[in-house]
């Protein structure tokens, strides 16, 4: 497909978004930016957020590791379906109780202010890093296949794509991006279950079913018993999968918004279900994908690997144009669809964690939410182009060895305020949560000398095992807190 035929096609697509947004949002006040009027239909929600949660990074780079860690990943994401359900019973009850527009305010009401800013400070920089990793994926991947064609450098593709996104959120926020990805998880399972279709004849023999083409493939194994110290291993993946949930949907403002803004606590937690069961099923299909493109590219001659793959057999004419531009369709939505809503999320914690616009008198707190989401989106641009010189590892990796560092305080945090009844000191809070990460690193990195063991994604338990020691050891009695 033609560099200014997809240009052309994600302009198409943009305008599809932006006709959405001006249909579902008429206000611009802060309580549709940042709670929808809590109106939003559980199911629309619950579609949405399957988009949302998979990003590009799973798009491109879960089939892409397919051919290194075979079907390992499906371990982490049973990891995953469990701990939505920690989520769905254990916290958002909680949040409910609360009902405040972000979660962090619940540590205000357990612990005191300084404990709240420091819960809300530690999203902000996981949530950044996080979104950033998964937008720089495939704006680098646009630039490689488009805008490097026609000449356009790639802080100028970073800053036009969040231009972008900020025209069709900066009026709705989350009462928007709810029925915007909507629409956007459906053209990434689209592409998905198209390029399977396609594939599947060309590689799996006549006569064999899908059943025993996964069975019989060396790529198909899922289960690793064996070799404890291996990251791959299922118990590690596992726990891991638990926990980075917890940490990443149910302590993250971005994913805890969308269900905020279901009519009722019940709702919300049919939402969290449902999601749950589809979400696995849906990396399933990813994962079956990168098994069907190795070999694929093995037919094929392809000598593209890991993140490239799937792009280098979508774009380079191995399938029909038609698929092609599902496929761009699928990747800019999959990166969208996690980028508004994080966007959205930041902007929602800053002004109203940070700079508590709540209490302020609603047109002066408009126009400085208006801002704070200008502010955000250039501040993303500023660390997705930085990425560019600064990385060459895994995206996939980079964004779950981030979390393990800046989502780990945030689990001990939370971990401390719902399983103890004491409080804390002032100080307490923001150096547990700096101290953590920097113990972390150094036991992380000498862990292998130590004891031959290897860290994998399990690492934000140490970090968050960490924090709450910390903290345990800065705390007090309740009543002389």
């Not at 697509?13 to 009027?37: D, E, H, M, P, Q």
């Not at 993140?307 to 774009?315: E, H, M, Q």
């Not at 302020?360 to 939410?369: F, G, P, Q, Y």
């Not at 989401?373 to 981030?402: C, E, P, Q, W, Y």
Request: hydrophobic residues 55%; proline residues 3%; aromatic residues 16%.
């Amino acid at each position: 497909m033609e560099a200014y035929g997809i240009v052309l096609l994600m302009v198409a697509y943009f305008g599809l978004l932006i006709g959405v947004a001006r249909l579902t949002t008429k206000t611009t006040s802060n309580a549709t930016f940042f709670t929808g009027n809590r109106q939003s239909p559980w199911y629309i929600v619950s579609f949405g957020m399957i988009g949302a949660s998979l990003s590009g990074v799973t798009f491109i780079s879960i089939p892409g590791s397919v051919g290194a860690s075979s079907m390992a990943y499906l371990q982490m994401v049973l990891g995953y379906f469990v701990g939505y359900l920690v989520v769905a019973f254990g916290l958002l009850p909680i949040y409910y109780r609360v009902q405040r527009v972000t979660i962090y305010s619940f540590l205000e009401e357990r612990f005191g202010r300084t404990a709240y800013k420091t819960g809300a400070w530690l999203f902000l920089v996981s949530r950044m890093i996080g979104s950033a990793f998964r937008l720089f994926l495939v704006a680098l991947v646009l630039q490689q296949f488009v805008f490097d064609t026609i000449g356009w450098p790639f802080w100028s593709t970073t800053l036009i794509t969040l231009g972008l996104i900020w025209v069709y959120t900066y009026k709705g926020g989350i009462k928007t991006i709810v029925w915007t990805d909507t629409l956007q998880t459906f053209f990434l399972l689209a592409a998905v279950v198209w390029t399977i279709l396609l594939i599947y004849p060309e590689v799996v023999p006549a006569g064999q079913t899908a059943w025993d083409y996964w069975k019989t493939n060396p790529l198909g194994r899922v289960f690793f018993w064996d070799q404890p110290q291996a990251p791959s291993f299922f118990w590690k993946q596992f726990v891991a999968g638990i926990f980075i949930t917890i940490s990443m949907t149910g302590l993250d403002q971005d994913m805890m918004q969308k269900n905020l803004t279901c009519k009722s606590l019940r709702e919300a937690q049919k939402n969290m279900v449902w999601f749950s069961v589809v979400l696995m099923a849906v990396n399933g299909l990813f994962l079956y994908l990168g098994m069907l493109l190795h070999d694929f590219a093995s037919i094929q001659g392809i000598q593209e690997t890991g993140d490239a793959l799937f792009p280098a057999v979508a774009l380079n004419g191995y399938l029909p144009p038609l698929a092609a531009a599902l496929f761009v369709l699928g990747l800019v939505a999959a990166a969208y669809s996690s980028a508004d809503s994080a966007l959205a999320a930041l902007t929602t914690s800053f002004s109203v964690d940070i700079l508590e616009v709540d209490r302020m008198e609603e047109a002066k707190a408009v126009r400085l939410r208006r801002w704070v989401h200008v502010g955000t989106t250039l501040a993303m641009a500023v660390v997705i182009v930085m990425f560019r010189s600064i990385t060459d590892d895994s995206v996939v990796n980079g964004v779950f060895k981030a979390a393990g560092y800046t989502y780990g305080p945030l689990l001990g945090l939370f971990s401390f305020a719902l399983f103890t009844q004491r409080g804390l000191r002032t100080w307490s809070a923001p150096v547990s949560a700096l101290a953590s990460p920097l113990l972390t690193y150094w036991i992380q990195a000498n862990s292998v000398d130590w004891w031959g063991y290897a860290f994998g994604f399990e690492l934000i338990l140490l970090n968050g095992l960490l924090t709450w020691l910390l903290l345990f050891a800065g705390s007090v009695r309740k009543s002389a807190a």
